[in-house]
C-alpha cells in the first residue's frame, strides 16, 4: 500500500454555517444576544486576559534571588581538619562538608556549638561571637 492509495474510513463531515437562516429559525442556532450571536464576533486570546491581572509596575525589576546560607558548629571543625589548616567555603566543599546548591557556593556561617583546640585560619565566612572567642582562645583567626 502506498500513500496515493489511502483513503478514509469515513465519509467527511461538513462544519456547521451558522447565521445562514432557512430551518433554523430567526436566529439561525446563534441564540439571542451577545457577541456569538453577532457577525464577526472576536474574541480576546485568553492570554491577554492573564496580562491584565498582572499589576503594572513602572522600570526593570530584576528576580532577586535567595541569599543560601549553610549554619557549621566548631565541633564538625575540630574532627575534620588538622591544626593550622585554613578553612573557606571552597575546602569545606572538596571535604564533603558542605555540598553547592543549585551550582552555586553557598555562604558559610560558623557556629560555637563544640569545643575546639586546634589552630584554624577562618576565611570568607560568617562566623558568630561565641565561635570567634572559641577561635582566638584556641590560637587561631578569623579574616
Known amino acids: ?3 496515493h492509495q489511502l ?4 465519509k467527511r463531515r461538513n462544519k ?3 447565521g445562514r437562516g432557512g430551518k433554523r429559525g430567526t436566529y439561525s442556532g446563534r441564540g439571542i444576544k451577545g457577541q456569538r ?3 464577526g464576533a472576536k474574541f480576546q486570546p485568553i492570554i491577554r486576559e492573564m496580562i491584565k491581572k498582572y499589576p503594572k ?3 526593570y525589576r530584576q528576580k532577586v534571588r535567595k541569599k543560601i546560607q549553610v549554619e557549621i558548629n566548631i565541633a564538625i571543625l575540630e574532627e575534620k581538619f588538622k591544626s593550622g589548616e585554613e578553612i573557606n ?5 572538596e571535604k564533603g562538608i ?3 546548591i543549585k551550582d552555586r557556593v553557598p555562604e558559610v556561617k560558623i557556629l560555637g556549638k563544640g569545643e575546639l583546640k586546634k589552630k ?7 562566623v558568630s561571637k561565641a565561635a570567634k572567642e572559641k577561635i582566638k582562645k584556641a590560637g587561631g583567626s578569623v579574616k
Open 1 to 3: 500500500m502506498q500513500l
Open 7 to 10: 483513503k478514509p474510513i469515513h
Open 16 to 18: 456547521r454555517r451558522r
Open 37 to 39: 450571536s453577532r457577525a
Open 57 to 59: 509596575l513602572k522600570g
Open 89 to 93: 567555603p571552597k575546602v569545606l566543599i
Open 98 to 100: 558542605i555540598r553547592k
Open 120 to 126: 584554624l585560619t577562618i576565611e570568607d565566612c560568617k
